[in-house]
C-alpha cells in the first residue's frame, strides 16, 4: 500500500490529512476511503486498496487505474451487505483535460474487451467473454478524485469528462457502470462516502459513491 499521511476523522470535525508537502497530501488518498468506512461502521482494510493493477485490452495495450479498492458496504457484523469495487484515477492537474477524458474512453475499452483465444471459436453455449469477468462479478465502478486545482480548474475537469462521456453514448458502459468525479477537498472535508460524487453524464447532481448506480448493488 502506498504511504499516506496520517488522517484525523474524529467525529466532531471533517476528515483531514496531517501537515504535509503538497505532494503527500495528493498521494492515492487510501487512508480516507480506509478511515471513513470505520467511521461508519463499513470495512475496508489496508489490502482492500490495490495500487496499479494491469488490465489488458489488446495490443499491447492496458488500464492501469491508480488504485482498484474493495469496499463492503454495510454494518461489519450484519448479514446485508455487498461489496462494492472501484478503480480510482487521481488527477493531480498535470495532464489537460482532454488526457483526463481520455481515461474514460480507456474504461469503456476495457469493459468490452473480450480476448482472442487462438484455435477457440466462440459458440452460444460457450460465448467468448470480455476479459474483466474473470476478475469481477461487475465492472467496478470509476472515480475521478480531482486535486492540484481549483475551483474553475475542476469545473474544467468535470466538463472534459462529461464531453468524453458524450462520445460514449452508444455503448452500455455507462449505463452499466457508474462513473463519478468529485474534488479531493470534498472528500476531505466530507468523506468519500458523502453525496460529494459527480455522475460524469449529468454532473450537476451530487451522489454518494457507495450508492446503488444503475445495475451495481
Same mark, same amino acid.
Given at each position: ?11 466532531? *470535525?471533517?476528515?483531514?490529512? @496531517? ?6 497530501? /495528493?498521494? =492515492? *488518498?487510501?487512508? =480516507?476511503?480506509?478511515?471513513? @468506512?470505520?467511521?461508519?461502521?463499513? /470495512? ?6 490495490? +495500487?496499479?493493477? #494491469?488490465?489488458?485490452? *489488446?495490443? &499491447?495495450?492496458? $488500464?492501469?487505474?491508480?488504485? =482498484?479498492?474493495?469496499?463492503?458496504? !454495510?454494518?461489519?457484523? &450484519?448479514?446485508?451487505?455487498?461489496? /462494492?469495487?472501484?478503480? $480510482? ?6 495532464? !489537460?483535460?482532454?488526457?483526463? @477524458? ?7 475499452? =476495457? ?7 487462438? *484455435?477457440?471459436?466462440?459458440? /452460444? ?11 469481477? +462479478? ?8 480531482? @486535486? !492540484? ?10 466538463? %472534459? ?19 463519478? %468525479? ?15 460524487? #459527480?455522475? $460524469? ?11 446503488? !448506480? #444503475?445495475?451495481?448493488?
Amino acid at each position: 500500500m502506498t504511504d499516506c499521511p496520517a488522517v484525523d476523522a474524529s467525529p466532531e *470535525g471533517p476528515l483531514q490529512l @496531517a501537515a504535509a508537502p503538497a505532494r503527500e497530501r /495528493l498521494l =492515492l *488518498g487510501d487512508g =480516507l476511503f480506509l478511515e471513513d @468506512a470505520r467511521r461508519r461502521g463499513e /470495512l475496508c482494510q489496508p489490502l482492500d486498496w490495490i +495500487p496499479e493493477v #494491469h488490465h489488458p485490452i *489488446g495490443s &499491447g495495450e492496458a $488500464v492501469i487505474p491508480d488504485a =482498484l479498492v474493495y469496499y463492503r458496504r !454495510g454494518p461489519v457484523d &450484519g448479514d446485508n451487505r455487498s461489496m /462494492l469495487r472501484a478503480f $480510482v484515477e487521481v488527477d493531480r492537474a498535470t495532464m !489537460g483535460p482532454e488526457r483526463l @477524458a481520455a481515461k474514460l474512453s480507456a474504461s469503456e475499452r =476495457l469493459y468490452r474487451y473480450v480476448p482472442a483465444v487462438p *484455435g477457440r471459436r466462440p459458440t /452460444l453455449q460457450d460465448p467468448a467473454l470480455e476479459e474483466w469477468r474473470r476478475r469481477y +462479478p461487475l465492472f467496478p465502478r470509476v472515480l475521478f478524485v480531482l @486535486a !492540484g486545482t481549483g475551483p474553475t480548474g475542476v469545473e474544467n475537469r468535470i466538463s %472534459a469528462l462529461r464531453a468524453g462521456a458524450e462520445l460514449l453514448t452508444p455503448s452500455r458502459f455507462l449505463h452499466d457502470v457508474p462513473v463519478l %468525479a468529485a474534488p479531493l477537498a470534498d472528500l476531505l472535508h466530507h468523506g468519500p462516502s458523502s453525496p460529494v460524487w #459527480h455522475p $460524469v453524464h449529468d454532473p450537476n447532481q451530487r451522489v454518494p459513491w457507495t450508492g446503488p !448506480g #444503475h445495475r451495481q448493488t
